[in-house]
């Protein structure tokens, strides 16, 4: 006997949408997690899109190991390396140079995510700890407006 029920979740819509929240990383894992007890196709094709797609890595590997326990034949994907978005150091330059001169790691980090939520998610999660130090890093390497 599995723990998995073949029936899809009653809240399926609802997960849906949580998985496809590009702007909160939590959300996407709390997905996983529910639709990992569901061995239906709606569930298994969710969390492949986020085993291939997804930009946070823990969001990948969670979903792969939801797909192993349901036996499906998967491959976790490689992390990556470098840039996880792509002109990453032009978009924290945009919102510097949309700010006043003289701002807080908080005034920048609330800009940023109004600007670029998608980016602010990945980098915030992904680099967790150490997050406004690397903001702080990249700006200094930026040219000046």
């Not at 700010?99 to 967790?128: H, Q, V, W």
Request: charged share 35%.
């Amino acid at each position: 006997m599995s723990d998995f029920t073949a029936e899809p979740p009653a809240n399926i819509e609802e997960l849906k949408k949580l998985a496809g929240d590009k702007t909160n990383y939590k959300n996407r894992k709390s997905a996983v997690e529910a639709l990992g007890k569901h061995k239906c196709q709606q569930s298994k094709d969710i969390l492949w899109r986020l085993m291939i797609n997804d930009k946070v890595y823990a969001v990948q590997n969670a979903a792969f190991l939801k797909l192993q326990a349901f036996g499906e034949d998967v491959k976790l994907p490689r992390k990556k390396k470098g840039h996880l978005v792509k002109d990453i150091n032009k978009k924290l330059g945009r919102v510097r140079d949309s700010l006043n001169e003289e701002f807080t790691p908080e005034k920048f980090n609330e800009k940023f995510r109004a600007m670029y939520p998608e980016e602010f998610d990945i980098y915030s999660f992904e680099k967790s700890g150490k997050f406004n130090q690397w903001v702080d890093n990249v700006l200094k390497s930026l040219p000046k407006k």
